[in-house]
């Protein structure tokens, strides 16, 4: 999603003073016109939360869930307060009291999406190198491999973790103590506000939305703000309480639909915010994936003969028509730029399994 924020402009600012140099400045009144920095564009890249996993006694394992958010561009970005939500109803098949009579989501056209159960967050500033990722551990920044063979190592000190059991979220197999490399500034709060004592992310078709809480914001105060309630479905009630969060703090947004449900599915975000919708499946070691933007990937000159092509990882029917394999493009050198059209039909594929494996 192309928005821009005040403390991503500060990052760009920040990049474009430390890249010049006495030679590159135009002198003053030379009539040169000075160029202008590339901004910081955070997306979500990878989302792998439907389980699939076996443990060493060949028993279900679903306790590894993550994502990566990924900065799509050229300039570091810098973020504080950077937040996690997901929008009701959990699944896109199930019923949708959020529809009015003319089959319109009814805050379609509002300033603002809800968010249901609780919303993650990081108080600290997080920083994201060019074209690199900030992995996020919804559940246990641990090595799940030691349990479950074919899950992901998250234990390394750059990953993010959600980890706040002061906040309600206390479910010891879902938040277990991260590993003792991860520093405590990657931990994430909680605003929780709904029921449970875990964040209920759907592992059948989630919606995720990435955004950031603005500066100066009591954000504990503010999800409990009437003003700032809505009801999921107009039932007043703790399970359906619901945050608004206004979209003018949104950076990116993916609504899925399950596979096998597809035909049976409603939007949930908000169609100004993501036009489409991904594939998601739950019980496979599936990741929903960004499709490359070719064009914007072969025009960066370094990348010459570092990007790998065939790629053969998309599955259920889905695919990436730029051809290149991402994940052994970055391994190869290469910086990537992915499609980022606020239209998730368009911007993803099923991939077989987390790049990072």
């Not at 919303?119 to 920044?141: F, H, K, Q, R």
């Not at 479950?148 to 706040?164: C, I, N």
């Not at 998601?280 to 070719?294: D, I, P, Q």
Request: proline residues 5%; charged residues 15%.
């Amino acid at each position: 999603m192309k928005k821009m924020n005040y403390l991503m402009l500060a990052a760009a600012m920040m990049a474009g003073l430390a890249s010049c140099t006495n030679e590159s400045n135009p002198t003053p009144g030379s009539g040169a016109v000075e160029p202008v920095a590339e901004e910081p564009s955070l997306i979500i890249k990878e989302i792998n939360v439907g389980g699939g996993f076996k443990t060493t006694a060949n028993k279900s394992y679903s306790w590894c869930k993550g994502m990566i958010v990924y900065n799509n561009s050229g300039v570091p970005a810098m973020m504080k307060n950077l937040a996690i939500g997901t929008v009701p109803p959990s699944n896109a098949h199930a019923n949708n009291g959020n529809y009015d009579e003319n089959g319109k989501l009814v805050y379609e056209n509002e300033d603002w999406i809800p968010m249901i159960y609780g919303i993650w967050y990081n108080p600290n500033t997080v920083s994201i190198a060019p074209y690199s990722d900030m992995v996020l551990a919804i559940n246990g920044a641990i090595d799940h491999t030691q349990l479950a063979p074919e899950a992901f190592d998250l234990s390394a000190s750059t990953v993010q973790a959600m980890y706040d059991p002061e906040s309600g979220y206390n479910n010891a197999n879902a938040y277990p103590q991260p590993a003792a490399g991860i520093p405590a500034t990657n931990y994430w709060k909680a605003a929780a506000f709904g029921l449970g004592n875990a964040w209920a992310v759907s592992v059948m078709c989630p919606t995720l939305v990435l955004f950031q809480i603005p500066e100066g914001v009591d954000f504990a105060a503010y999800c409990k703000d009437a003003a700032n309630c809505y009801y999921d479905g107009g039932k007043e009630t703790a399970a359906n309480y619901c945050v608004k969060i206004p979209k003018a703090w949104v950076i990116d947004a993916v609504e899925t639909y399950r596979t096998t449900m597809v035909a049976d599915s409603k939007k949930r975000i908000s169609s100004d915010l993501d036009a489409g919708y991904a594939l998601y499946n739950s019980n496979k070691l599936y990741s929903a994936y960004r499709n490359v933007n070719k064009q914007a990937t072969e025009a960066i000159a370094d990348n010459a003969g570092k990007l790998v092509y065939n790629y053969d990882q998309a599955v259920e029917g889905t695919q990436d028509a730029s051809g290149i394999d991402a994940a052994a493009s970055i391994k190869n050198g290469a910086k990537i730029v992915y499609m980022d059209t606020n239209n998730s039909t368009a911007d993803f594929h099923l991939r077989k399994a987390w790049s990072l494996k």
